[in-house]
């Protein structure tokens, strides 16, 4: 039923890698972001709204310095996506105007998700693109995003624009056709074609970066992001570039992940699979159950130890007394507030030291339980 959903999706997330639209000379893949184009350009002249998610700019920006493969180091990453970025866009406006659409650039950071009101501002943003019929093209703003503020690799990015925009199906196209039992290229393979829990994949084995060197992910970090969209109530199909007609019309091609759980929010869905946490704060029994059952705030009087150094603002791990992780949220306190606090009252604090003591550790809106 769920390839049957993406084939009748009325708005589409489509992520496409830096594998496929690398050419083996360097620079661009025009004919595949043609190929691409044509079928994406279809699904908006039936009706559909799309959001194209690329990689691609490092891949576009190595050839123009010289760069024989992706570099390691994050100055010179950030160089290439700076020279990449608009060689990659003015692709896609030429690609779509055959067509007569107009693509709009999107460039986001892990800070305008979880940041209410960068998380609105992008959300406006989208639905008044999808409004005037401009197909938004989504990449990480790699030219300006440090380690802390990355979001990893565009399949997780994808995952959660598909959340930001309240799409109805998720594609991720790379330059592998499904998931694979095990590496197609060491012999015989089965293909995965439903995922619909997890022991479905228990016995593969995933690949890492793709066949043409210039990508961030591998098959890992796709089914990552399949399961962090199906986790979430959206279906997700994974599939090659080749196979974007197929993929988009319902064929059986590629492993589809079929919803496992309920749509919850953007924000929450990036605080539990795309932050690291800054470090952890231990709490008691009652604590426990309070946040994880009854998805309350956390307040000072539930927690007996904090380890780690981490700013107001900052991701930290919730651990039960077995040090068990239960949640993540992001903290109102610095480290070296929080240890004067723990297991006094909201209202004992505010009276010793003033109304500021009175809010919570971790804010409900603020804490995602794992």
Not at 137 to 152: H, L, M, P, Y
Not at 238 to 251: F, I, N, R
Request: hydrophobic letters at 45%; glycine letters at 10%.
């Amino acid at each position: 039923m769920s390839r049957e959903v993406v084939a009748g999706a009325r708005r589409l997330v489509v992520k496409v890698g830096s594998s496929t639209l690398a050419s083996p000379h360097g620079g661009l893949d025009h004919s595949r972001i043609d190929l691409l184009v044509d079928a994406l350009a279809a699904r908006v002249a039936a009706g559909a709204q799309v959001v194209l998610v690329s990689s691609g700019a490092i891949a576009a920006g190595l050839k123009p310095l010289g760069l024989a493969r992706r570099p390691r180091d994050l100055a010179t990453q950030q160089a290439a996506a700076s020279v990449g970025q608009g060689m990659l866009v003015a692709n896609y406006t030429a690609a779509f105007a055959r067509h007569g659409l107009t693509v709009g650039q999107v460039l986001l950071t892990a800070d305008d998700v979880v940041r209410r009101a960068h998380y609105r501002n992008a959300s406006r943003t989208f639905e008044r693109l999808l409004g005037l019929r401009v197909v938004p093209v989504v990449n990480e703003n790699d030219t300006v995003a440090t380690e802390e503020i990355r979001f990893g690799d565009n399949d997780r990015l994808a995952a959660l624009v598909t959340h930001i925009v309240s799409a109805d199906a998720l594609v991720l196209l790379s330059d592998v056709d499904a998931v694979y039992d095990t590496d197609p290229s060491h012999g015989p393979a089965g293909r995965v074609s439903d995922v619909r829990e997890d022991a479905d994949l228990a016995h593969v084995r995933l690949g890492k970066v793709g066949k043409a060197g210039v990508g961030s992910g591998g098959m890992a970090t796709k089914v990552a992001a399949a399961r962090i969209a199906a986790g979430a109530g959206v279906p997700t199909l994974l599939a090659h570039t080749d196979q974007v007609v197929d993929a988009l019309t319902g064929a059986d091609v590629g492993t589809c992940f079929h919803p496992t759980g309920r749509r919850t929010s953007a924000r929450l869905l990036w605080l539990a699979h795309a932050t690291t946490a800054r470090g952890s704060v231990e709490l008691d029994d009652g604590a426990v159950r309070a946040v994880v059952e009854r998805r309350l705030s956390l307040l000072p009087a539930g927690i007996t130890a904090v380890s780690g150094e981490f700013a107001a603002g900052d991701p930290v791990d919730l651990t039960d007394p077995a040090g068990v992780v239960v949640a993540r949220g992001l903290v109102a306190y610095d480290s070296s507030e929080l240890p004067a606090l723990l297991g006094r009252s909201t209202h004992e604090l505010a009276e010793s030291l003033g109304p500021a003591y009175s809010r919570e550790v971790i804010h409900r809106d603020d804490l995602a339980v794992l």
